[in-house]
């Protein structure tokens, strides 16, 4: 066979190859990893580490998966829970995420970390009660993080502590007013919630808010 015909087969088998790869990447990817797991990755740190890996990656099935076999051979390991809840967490998978973040916290309880990111869960599903009581203990152990000074201003919302959230927003942005927009969100926020009867309450909150806004809000410097 001529050199020109072998390059000419090769050229097509590259295009087919590549072809293939594309309509197929999904289930090659799936193929390799049960490959290569059941290849080379044995015992808890093999299988903790491509958990890590896999999360890195974003993909959050796969990081449970590596996560859950790491557990069975170390059930009480607090890294590996943590970072079992965290890539359900990252999946949308809010009761298994509290779940193994409750499990964390037993056995390392003031690990601020766990506490900050199991009170988030408890806000994505709407309790508004244990999303207040673990983001304020995240709060009380780092009283300067700024991202948990606003979520425990949202949680305070969830838990129909809106005059408490008001004043914790006012807080937030007079000792820095890079956080200004905060205010608008905040406002947006207790507008969207549901209050029955405090509708009216609700609305005088969201004016409140924006009056501060505007008042704190430093003026836009003008041409002569």
């Not at 999904?26 to 999360?55: C, K, P, R, W």
């Not at 964390?104 to 003031?110: C, S, T, V």
């Not at 949202?154 to 942005?173: F, M, S």
Request: with cysteine; glycine share 4%.
């Amino acid at each position: 066979m001529g050199e020109s015909k072998l390059k000419e087969l090769f050229l097509n088998f590259e295009e087919y190859w590549d072809e293939f790869k594309n309509k197929y990447s999904t289930q090659i990817e799936t193929l390799s990893d049960i490959l290569h797991e059941n290849m080379f990755i044995v015992g808890f740190d093999a299988l903790f580490q491509e958990g890590l890996n896999t999360y890195a990656r974003q993909r959050y099935k796969r990081a449970i998966y590596y996560f859950e076999k790491a557990l069975s051979e170390q059930p009480r390991n607090f890294s590996c829970l943590y970072n079992l809840a965290l890539a359900y967490q990252n999946d949308k998978n809010f009761e298994k995420a509290i779940k193994h973040y409750s499990d964390a916290i037993k056995i390392r309880e003031n690990d601020i970390d766990a506490i900050y990111n199991l009170g988030l869960c408890y806000l994505s599903t709407h309790n508004g009660e244990l999303a207040e009581k673990y983001i304020g203990q995240a709060l009380e152990k780092n009283p300067n993080d700024v991202a948990t000074k606003m979520s425990y201003t949202l949680a305070l919302i969830a838990n129909n502590q809106v005059d408490d959230a008001i004043e914790h927003t006012i807080e937030i942005v007079k000792s820095n007013k890079t956080y200004l927009d905060f205010t608008l969100d905040v406002a947006k926020h207790i507008e969207s919630q549901s209050f029955g009867e405090k509708d009216i309450e609700a609305i005088s909150s969201v004016i409140r808010l924006l009056n501060s806004y505007i008042k704190l809000k430093p003026k836009s410097s003008k041409a002569h």
